[in-house]
Nanobody, 131 residues
Framework: QLQLVESGGGLVQPGGSLRLSCAAS?????????????IGWFRQAPGKEREGLLC??????????RDSVDVKDRFTSSRDNANNTVYLQMTNLKPEDTGVYYC?????????????????WGQGTQVTVSF
């Protein structure tokens, strides 16, 4: 099955930037290439449910953002399908961005921000925005 490995979280001051990576495990069978999967990025803040932030289509041609979350002008996802890696670039981070960030994959090009639509999940990486 597809295994996702996340990295790049950490502690950052308000206004700072981080880049998260989501890579297909090198131990995954070759048929599991990220280029076949839409990737969603999710955040779970302390005491809250996991929420979808944005998702990027399998070929990278389109990104869908959740309207109710203040990330559209600050977060950008990109993908390097040749290297089986998807990135989440986060800028102008705010304390309310604190949480565990997850990437998840669903086969095909349909974009969804619902966690239930994703079959494969990364382990999550902690992002803390604080002085």
């Amino acid at each position: 099955q597809l295994q996702l490995v996340e990295s790049g979280g950490g502690l950052v001051q308000p206004g700072g930037s981080l880049r998260l990576s989501c890579a297909a495990s090198k131990f995954a069978p070759s048929r599991f290439t990220l280029g076949s999967y839409t990737i969603g990025w999710f955040r779970q803040a302390p005491g809250k449910e996991r929420e979808g932030l944005l998702c990027i289509m399998n070929d990278g041609s389109s990104t869908n953002y959740r309207d109710s979350v203040d990330v559209k002008d600050r977060f950008t996802s990109s993908r390097d399908n040749a290297n089986n890696t998807v990135y989440l670039q986060m800028t102008n981070l705010k304390p309310e961005d604190t949480g565990v960030y997850y990437c998840a994959a669903r086969f095909g090009s349909h974009q969804s921000l619902s966690p239930s639509m994703y079959l494969y999940w990364g382990q999550g990486t902690q992002v803390t925005v604080s002085f």
